[in-house]
């Protein structure tokens, strides 16, 4: 029996409901009056009204009046007459008191989840200890297509930033790269997956995705309008159940709200979802007969046979479901019931890796030292794409910051983080391995030396199976099913090439003394064969592939990770150590003698020193070094922290030789200590800053042997006069500058070099945005002085030539072109399809105008687009200004006019002076060629012109209807190295002045595409001048 309060609540409640849809007004509102709870005048009123709503609204004005008593009275009345009306508003009642509770339960539910998982503990957190999920959580690269097996390859092999670059390849939509929060969006067909499998490495982030997913929904930042439950289900929980267990026991949550949690589940199913966390961790199979499965809630089973259920979408089939393995346990999950979409977590891309180091360290300067750190070491910062390795390089580097180390000083070696690596997923990532971590790591060693051996990283089951005997709960392998014709093969690999040389080298350590000092003699055996010159061998066969195993053993061989390895009761031979101290000697010796080994084994020699870190024994071998020739070996960040390291335990160093090394401002800094303490430096750096040009000027200190290659930067004005200035106090022998401006307190100082350095200076080189190149020989007092090679503006030009005037120097063996780039390396005379425009022809006249007062010069190279009597004029109007100038080679990239070869012939020539003239000349008599659209018809013939006194001779170099003309005269051959030798073009840029491979055959030039190197068909002939240069 309801009370009439309650009854009351209801007709108030319901009130508007009741107006609009109750019927029987009258009989009821007769009921009311026979029982006096309603005047005559009241029934009257309602009687009166013209709808049944107007008639309720008259009711209602009496039930406010009358109280609870008389609403009590009419919602019994209300039941008699209008039943199913007051079922439907009471079952509404239910239906929001349920949605109530509902809200209540998930609102409860999020409030725990959202204690459990805002936080979380780390591999080596003392009790009490946390940090937040958020502070650690960076999002993994996931990609949902299946790699072929050369693209697998791609991945293990690569290396530093190429390894970056192949995961920016496979982020993108090619490789169906996603985000969490899109695995249950349609796919592109429009179908919905219910069931995602998550497959990743060891360390990759599995579990910590889970979390992030957990803590994120709670937070009402993921999933919000998807589900309203997810659960998280950890199979390394799962597997401590005992006893029968139903899906809500296995739930583990508050056992007070089950019965409503399960309501929940019953009811909107679809709105629900599973995190299954390290299935390949469960020790129990989910094979399982179907007809013994649960398909309720509340069934209790075993937990094998429970979550065996729920996987294979017995119970609660409407659900989502995300499934977390290591690849190696796919094949357990082929009892799940399809469809299922496949994802791949890759771990870190570069982007991650920085955003990983960013949330570690609360100070940025930390983080980005820490990250610009690792990113040196290419090993290492590869390694970092697995995030476990990313967590042990940032605890290390804390512990330093926290002990005020100075990062720069501390740089862990990549063997040290490596055996860190093992040791977590060892002690952190197994489970009921069955066999000892010993044991393991002599079968990885043994698969990996395989490998090594035969070049290989993709292994099939049978040769995993001989040296593992259940890959499937390793944590350092990776499964990989591909296809094969009409079948699939299943193949493992590591995760890395890395850690496949990292346990070759392991694995002879983990041998016997005697069995460890034979394998070792075996493989230092094969290095030898290689790169030595007495034991020659092709280049694609030298054994460079072994040459990280055995950095790797010196590695090893490091105090803190033998002590590190013996709490693990593995000990180090003492033969093996002997045996690599006296190859590493002998290999520096070796490299004293000849240029191949030094080329191929000098860097690795430094590398396993730094691996090394035994400072003793560094010095040792570094004081056997007078002199340091790196020139021709890139060098990258890691390169350049390991050649410091060595070079601060040389006693001194005589000279140290830095070209061709690929040098930047970034890996230039990290040198500089070592800059002080040679006595002779070869160096080339480019991309410097004004500012980094200041550094470098302290670091190299006075009284040093410089050759100095700056060519590929841009230093201001100011700068490069500071630059200059600083030189005097130096002994120059070679020096190249870019310059963005050239002043003429530029100019002035560039001479007060030349002054200064007289007598060590060879070579110097100005290079400005200017398309003028100048090379010529200055002489003072008729003593050599320096060569100059300048590419700059006309007026920077002349200014240098009246600071050249000004300070009592004269040019000889004068080659003067001009290109229509500002571009040193652009050819050294212009081109547009060969053809040389009549702008470049003033600036020819300007530059030779602007020889005039050189009056010293004795031989000039010029080029000019043809042979015009202006030309001719200026040409002997420079030989009278001139009266020292006894060779002038004018080629001319267009025709000979008659009016200028005239016009020479004619003039008053000194008869010391010889003129050569080369280019081509029209043979018929009347309507001569002269336009550029002529020079292929075959009255044009390359010629030789030789104007010497009174004589005039012509040399026909080739007949225009000869085949194979070109199109243009050729000259000298392409002098890109800017030096004006006249040697042939240096394109491989080895500085050896090889004709040009622009192949990369290692053949002489071969233009006409034939690839049996031999020369072109461009004319040439080898008339001299008087020793400025070559014609041809």
Known sequence: MESSEHSAQFVDKYRSDLIQRVTMVMPIAEDLLSQNMIHEEVYSNISAARTNQDKMRELFTALHSGGNKVKSTFLSMLREHEPNLVQDLEFHIKQGDQRENNSTIRLNYKEFIRGEYATVQEYNSLPGEHVKLDDRYTEPLIIQKHRQQREREEEIRSRGQNFYQVMDQRDSETYKSTKVERLFDPDEHGDIQRTVILQGHSGTGKSFTTQK???????????????????????????????NKSVIDLLNYNQSSSSMIKHVLCQSPERVLFLVDGFDELKFSLDVPKDSLPRDLWTQCSPEVTLSGLIRRQILPESFMLVTTRSTALEKLKVVKHPVRYAE?????????????????????????????????????????IPVICWIICTVYREQFDEGTEMIQSLETTTSIFVEFVDTLLKHHCQDLGQSALTILQGLGKLAEKGMEEQQVLFDHDSVSQTVSDPSKVPFLCKVLQKKRVSQTTMYSFMHLSFQEFFT?????????EEAQGKVRELLSKVRRGPYPFHPLPFHLLP?????????????????????????????????????????????????????????????????LYELHADDFVKE??????????????????????????????????????????????????LLPALQKCKALVLEVDDLADDDLDDLLTALGEGKSLELDLSENNFSDEKVQDLLVA????????????????????????????????????????????????SGQLQKDGVRAPQIVLWIKVPEMKMICDSIRTSGYRLTGVQLRVSRWADKYALPYPTDNWRVTPEWDEHADELISLLHSQTSLEGI???????TERCAASIVSLSQACFNLKDIILQVNGFLLEEGIQCLRESKRRP?????????????????????????????????????????????LRHGNESGIDDTWNGNESDSDGTGNGNESDSDGTGNGNESDSDGTGNENDSDATGNGKESNRPRDDIKCKGCCVVG
């Open 505 to 513: 080298a392991l694995s002879y350590v983990l041998l016997g003394d």
């Open 345 to 385: 977590i890759l771990g870190f891309s570069e982007e991650g890796v920085k955003v990983y180091f960013e949330k570690f360290f609360k100070q940025k300067q930390h983080s980005h030292q820490a990250y610009d750190s690792v990113r040196k070491n290419e090993t290492l910062f590869t390694a970092c794409f």
């Open 727 to 774: 030189l005097t106090k130096h002994k120059p022998r070679n020096v190249e500058i870019g310059v963005k401006s050239i002043t003429s307190n530029t100019a002035d100082k560039f001479m007060f070099l030349i002054s200064k350095a007289h007598a060590d200076l060879d070579l110097i080189k100005l290079h400005s945005c200017g398309n003028v190149f100048l």
């Open 621 to 670: 071998a570094m004081d056997t070094y007078t002199d340091i020739n790196m020139s021709g070996s890139p060098l990258k960040k890691t390169d350049c922290w390991v050649l410091m390291y060595c070079l601060q335990h040389c006693k001194s160093i005589e000279c140290l030789e830095l070209s061709g090394c690929n040098l930047t401002a970034e890996s230039m800094k990290i």
């Open 912 to 956: 010391d002076c010889q003129l050569l003239l080369l280019g081509r000349r029209c043979t018929k008599l009347a309507d001569q060629c002269s336009e550029e659209k002529d020079m292929r018809l075959s009255c044009n013939d390359n010629v030789l012109l030789a104007l010497h006194g009174e004589s005039f001779i012509e040399i026909v």
């Open 861 to 867: 190279d010029l080029l000019v687009s043809s042979l």
């Open 213 to 243: 997913i957990m803590s994120d929904w709670a937070f009402g930042r993921l999933y919000e309008d998807r589900f309203d439950f997810v659960f998280h289900l950890r199979c390394r929980e799962l597997n401590k159940a005992t006893g």
């Open 544 to 608: 460079f592939h072994l040459l990280p195993i055995v950095q790797f053993l010196f590695g090893i061989l490091n105090k803190d990770v033998v002590k590190r390895l013996e709490e693990k009761h593995i000990s180090c031979s003492q033969g093996i150590w002997t045996q690599l101290k006296h190859f590493i000697l002998e290999v520096i010796e070796k490299g004293k003698e000849d240029q191949i080994v030094r080329r191929t084994m000098q860097l690795f020699t430094f590398h396993c």
